[in-house]
């Protein structure tokens, strides 16, 4: 059971819970910091197996998100929505609308924007009874493209510390889930000439992948074993476990999915086996760099938004330098780097 100890063992912050009954809405907000300015972060609308796996979800990426916001230096603390799907049928606009009206209770404590699960138009819906939502298709759009570009990024900086390659022309990249981020990848590494094997629990993303991308399809039980260069994980949380490890067959792991470790004794258990980690809430920020930019009181740039996500490629070379130079694994070198900015 989620308890105030789980909370301080993270680092929070607060968490919220709302419920609406006329909608359906069962949300929790987490915000794990508002040190340097307001903690935003997406709105996640899938299924879960237990009111506790909800909350667990959105501590851990809450604070995922305030580590995030240090490491690429945008003035924001960190928070993460969780909405429970309902398991029957449901009047979508009614649910979004109720959750906006929860993340205006908060008084701009929590921004929200899109997630897995949500998109543009639910940004939309939460835009009518709130203004702290970003991604609307009034303001910067759907943010996927970026945080993909972020990614790519830094692929290349970890194929250059780890391969010495100074491009991803003919890098094998494996890459778990080609949805809204994933797709958008796939797409920079092919037009720069890598290799692509994919996997989707959707057909139809599957299919677009393989027919617009010359992408070789495996089952998804399969994806994180294939002999590769690069494992990308872009799908839901926890793909390096127990259970994956030991199958792995690549050089590095880079992917835009957040908490790809189960545990963090994982990290220890990839170097052991010569496998670089790109730490993922440092290589996938693209996103929420978008939204920050359009959130700051300036405006939105889109030229200093493209240069702000491109230089994820100079944050994770220093990250993996870093780690060689000290001797400590990459996630312990970005965990440090977001502290000191968070604590310091």
């Given at each position: ?48 197996l ?44 009614a ?91 796939a ?15 959707n ?39 127990d ?25 220890q ?38 240069a702000?996500?491109s ?19 990459p996630?312990?070198?970005a ?5 000191e900015?968070?604590?310091?």
């Amino acid at each position: 059971m989620i308890s105030f100890d789980t909370l301080v063992s993270h680092g929070f912050g607060s968490a919220h819970v709302f419920v609406d009954p006329c909608s359906g809405l069962r949300s929790v907000i987490a915000i794990h910091n508002t040190r340097h300015g307001a903690a935003i972060g997406g709105s996640r609308f899938v299924s879960y197996l237990s009111d506790e796996a909800a909350w667990l979800d959105a501590i851990r990426l809450a604070r995922g998100m305030a580590y995030k916001a240090a490491v690429a230096g945008l003035p924001l603390g960190g928070g993460k929505a969780v909405i429970m799907k309902p398991a029957g049928e449901f009047n979508r606009e009614a649910l979004f609308e109720a959750f906006g009206r929860a993340v205006e209770s908060l008084g701009g404590a929590y921004v929200t924007c899109e997630d897995s699960g949500t998109g543009t138009a639910d940004m939309d819906t939460v835009r009518r009874v709130t203004r702290y939502a970003m991604g609307s298709t009034a303001g910067s759009g759907d943010p996927s493209p970026l945080t993909a570009f972020g990614v790519r990024r830094g692929i290349e900086a970890a194929v250059a510390a780890k391969l010495g390659r100074d491009s991803v022309d003919g890098i094998h990249v494996a890459i778990q889930g080609v949805g809204h981020v994933g797709y958008y990848l796939a797409k920079e590494l092919a037009d720069r000439g890598a290799r692509l094997t994919v996997a989707d629990v959707n057909a139809e993303n599957l299919d677009r992948a393989v027919r617009e991308l010359g992408a070789t399809a495996v089952s998804p039980e399969a994806i994180h074993a294939v002999a590769c260069d690069v494992f990308a994980p872009c799908a839901l949380g926890a793909p390096v476990n127990d259970t994956t490890l030991p199958q792995l067959a690549c050089a590095i792991i880079a992917g835009a999915a957040n908490n790809v470790l189960a545990e963090p004794r994982h990290g220890q258990a990839l170097a052991d086996r010569g496998i670089l980690y790109a730490p993922d809430y440092a290589i996938n920020s693209g996103g929420l760099i978008n939204v920050a930019f359009e959130y700051r009181p300036e405006g939105y740039n889109a030229a200093e938004v493209h240069a702000k996500v491109s230089a994820v490629y100079e944050t994770m070379a220093t990250i993996f330098e870093r780690s060689a130079s000290i001797g400590r694994l990459p996630h312990e070198v970005a965990d440090a780097m977001a502290e000191e900015r968070i604590y310091g």
